[in-house]
T-cell receptor
Framework: DTAVSQTPKYLVTQMGNDKSIKCEQN?????MYWYKQDSKKFLKIMFS???????INETVPNRFSPKSPDKAHLNLHINSLELGDSAVYFC?????????????FGPGTRLTVL | EDQVTQSPEALRLQEGESSSLNCSYT??????LFWYRQDPGKGPEFLFT???AGEEKEKERLKATLTKKESFLHITAPKPEDSATYLC???????????FGTGTRLKVLA
């Protein structure tokens, strides 16, 4: 059983288009995240939702809009795509505990903007 | 500013040649330090969580240790299947956020 899944795996699109990436987790976790991994493999947090509430919103262009319809899903919509948006986007989930919480990652979506 | 630095950037080992990867951190406080393994084209795979200085965790050929300023991932007698990028992340108190290092690309030659 896949714990954290993302669709699509690959996304190739033209500049200026709007696209969405979907994420689902079946771990029963209450917190979900979006990360961007650049060409140098550096992972940077973009957004996080806890129980459908936005709790982390890093300095990300407002062309990026996350949406969490329920605790098990977190989608990422990107408007007016730019060349610099090309990267691998990872979804992750965790169960927030008082001590710490381990994040589990999906397989990634490779976005290429032409 | 909270920061995580990993070294070396890349490491080539012969099969059976033990070594260590380093993750040094400068943070306002430590809630947890995490090690992940990432294979090409895949998402990071969780390995260990360390909470306090002196703690150690082991899994097969891997052993993670933690001090107040850094963590080491020791690889004993590595095999080619241990080849991957190893990522370190820290979480500070009162936050959900992970701060990742840039990773160490490990290549184990047969």
């Amino acid at each position: 059983d896949t714990a954290v899944s993302q669709t699509p795996k690959y996304l190739v699109t033209q500049m200026g288009n709007d696209k969405s990436i979907k994420c689902e987790q079946n771990l029963g976790h209450d917190t979900m995240y979006w990360y961007k991994q650049d060409s140098k493999k550096f992972l940077k947090i973009m957004f996080s939702y806890n129980n459908k509430e936005l709790i982390i919103n890093e300095t990300v262009p407002n062309r990026f809009s996350p949406k969490s319809p329920d605790k098990a899903h977190l989608n990422l919509h990107i408007n007016s795509l730019e060349l610099g948006d090309s990267a691998v986007y990872f979804c992750a989930s965790s169960q927030f505990l008082s001590h710490t919480d381990t994040q589990y990652f999906g397989p990634g979506t490779r976005l290429t903007v032409l | 500013e909270d920061q995580v630095t990993q070294s070396p950037e890349a490491l080539r080992l012969q099969e059976g040649e033990s070594s260590s990867l380093n993750c040094s951190y400068t943070v306002s406080g430590l809630r947890g330090l995490f090690w992940y393994r990432q294979d090409p084209g895949k998402g990071p795979e969780f390995l260990f969580t360390l909470y306090s200085a002196g703690e150690e965790k082991e899994k097969e050929r891997l052993k993670a240790t933690l001090t107040k300023k850094e963590s080491f991932l020791h690889i004993t007698a590595p095999k080619p299947e241990d080849s991957a990028t190893y990522l370190c992340a820290v979480q500070t108190p009162g936050t959900y956020k992970y701060i990742f290092g840039t990773g160490t690309r490990l290549k184990v030659l047969a």
